[in-house]
């Protein structure tokens, strides 16, 4: 079973800045699409950033312009620098690793993003 450990997760005031982490395994990570993912209570989940093997990047307009994904094959390490927070942002954040070929997904447990006005 592939794991991803997730981390960084916390209560930041708006206008605040959070990283996150997920890590995964060494073995399929540098091939693989990363991304980022949110649900907000009440809410579906929604893609927030996603990233390619070759550092091909996509982001929720919503998001655009304050948060950035990035990888690190070295550490086999995504991270999602969140910028600019806003209330709008508390959810949690759940990262995803899908494997191109063969295609399959998986996920991470989440972590909760709370932005205080």
């Known amino acids: 079973q592939v794991q991803l450990v997730e981390s960084g997760g916390g209560l930041v005031q708006a206008g605040g800045s959070l990283r996150l982490s997920c890590v995964a395994p060494?073995?399929?990570?540098?091939?693989?699409?990363m991304g980022w993912y949110r649900q907000a209570p009440g809410k579906q989940r929604e893609l927030v950033a996603v990233?390619?093997?070759?550092?091909?990047?996509n982001y929720a307009d919503s998001v655009k312009g304050r948060f950035t994904i990035s990888r690190d094959n070295a550490k086999n390490t995504v991270y999602l620098q969140m910028s600019s927070l806003k209330p709008e942002d508390t959810a949690v954040y759940f990262c995803?690793?899908?494997?191109?070929?063969?295609?399959?997904?998986?996920w991470g447990q989440g972590t909760q993003v709370t932005v205080s006005s």
């Open positions: 060494r073995s399929i990570f540098s091939i693989s699409d």
């Open positions: 995803k690793l899908n494997l191109l070929f063969p295609r399959r997904e998986y």
């Open positions: 990233i390619s093997p070759g550092t091909t990047t």
